[in-house]
């Protein structure tokens, strides 16, 4: 069984695949389709966005389709940089992006850099409601990059409870913790009713 997600970040391919892989799942993304797809992610919320591609591609393929929307919300920025993410600092650069936001919380103290991750995954196939999850996992912006597996801003993501940053942690020890492992966790609770309903 093969399962189609809608993402172009080969981050978030990799981690899909790690937990899909064990799962005896396939996983495909927009890499892997012969033809681009235009998607305009001008959606106001992680559901909304979500919602835009996975619709984009179920209509285009007529295929069930997932779709991860997610980002960094950082308390001291009032939530910033949230759904802009992936071009907080003009196109999609996580190095530009993470510079940017270590300059935007240049001299704040630790107790005051506290941020979390959000991660809404969406389901949709034909003549069905979508199916929508969404988990979050706390933790800290560091001052300087720490660590080099991962994406985004894991190098900036220290996680607490492991003393680590998510660029630290192996795809393993991530996918059992981060905003997106927990995801994935809460739709595999309620896919199946959702499947065969
Ligand atoms: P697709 O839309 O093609 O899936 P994208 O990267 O544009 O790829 P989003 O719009 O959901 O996806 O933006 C998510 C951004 O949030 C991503 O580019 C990273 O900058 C950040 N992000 C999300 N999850 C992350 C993670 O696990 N680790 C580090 N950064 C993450």
Same mark, same amino acid.
């Given at each position: 069984?093969?399962?189609?997600?809608?993402?172009?970040?080969?981050?978030?391919?990799?981690?899909?695949?790690?937990?899909?892989?064990?799962?005896?799942?396939?996983?495909?993304?927009?890499?892997?389709?012969?033809?681009?797809?235009?998607?305009?992610?001008?959606?106001?919320?992680?559901?909304?966005?979500?919602?835009?591609?996975?619709?984009?591609?179920?209509?285009?393929?007529?295929?069930?389709?997932?779709?991860?929307?997610?980002?960094?919300? *950082?308390?001291?920025? $009032?939530?910033? !940089?949230?759904?802009? &993410?992936?071009?907080?600092? /003009?196109?999609?650069?996580?190095? =530009?992006?993470?510079?940017?936001?270590?300059?935007?919380?240049?001299?704040?103290?630790?107790?005051?850099?506290?941020?979390?991750?959000?991660?809404?995954?969406? *389901?949709?196939?034909? $003549?069905?409601? !979508?199916?929508?999850? &969404?988990?979050?996992?706390? /933790?800290?912006?560091?001052?300087? =990059?720490?660590?080099?597996?991962?994406?985004?801003?894991?190098?900036?993501?220290?996680?607490?409870?492991?003393?680590?940053?998510?660029?630290?942690?192996?795809?393993?020890?991530?996918?059992?913790?981060?905003?997106?492992?927990?995801?994935?966790?809460?739709?595999?609770?309620?896919?199946?009713?959702?499947?065969?309903?």
């Amino acid at each position: 069984k093969t399962i189609l997600i809608a993402t172009a970040n080969p981050g978030k391919a990799a981690e899909y695949r790690n937990i899909f892989e064990e799962k005896g799942l396939e996983v495909k993304t927009l890499a892997d389709l012969p033809e681009k797809y235009d998607i305009n992610e001008n959606g106001t919320s992680f559901e909304e966005n979500a919602l835009i591609k996975a619709n984009t591609l179920m209509n285009a393929l007529d295929l069930p389709v997932l779709a991860d929307d997610s980002g960094l919300i *950082v308390d001291a920025l $009032n939530g910033a !940089p949230g759904i802009h &993410s992936a071009r907080y600092a /003009g196109d999609h650069d996580d190095a =530009a992006n993470n510079q940017k936001l270590l300059q935007n919380l240049a001299g704040l103290p630790f107790e005051k850099r506290t941020a979390r991750f959000h991660c809404t995954i969406v *389901v949709v196939r034909k $003549n069905h409601e !979508p199916l929508s999850v &969404s988990s979050e996992v706390s /933790g800290h912006i560091l001052t300087k =990059a720490q660590g080099s597996d991962g994406f985004g801003y894991d190098p900036l993501f220290y996680y607490t409870p492991l003393k680590k940053s998510f660029a630290e942690l192996t795809m393993a020890e991530k996918n059992q913790v981060s905003h997106r492992g927990l995801a994935v966790a809460k739709l595999a609770q309620v896919f199946d009713d959702w499947w065969n309903d």
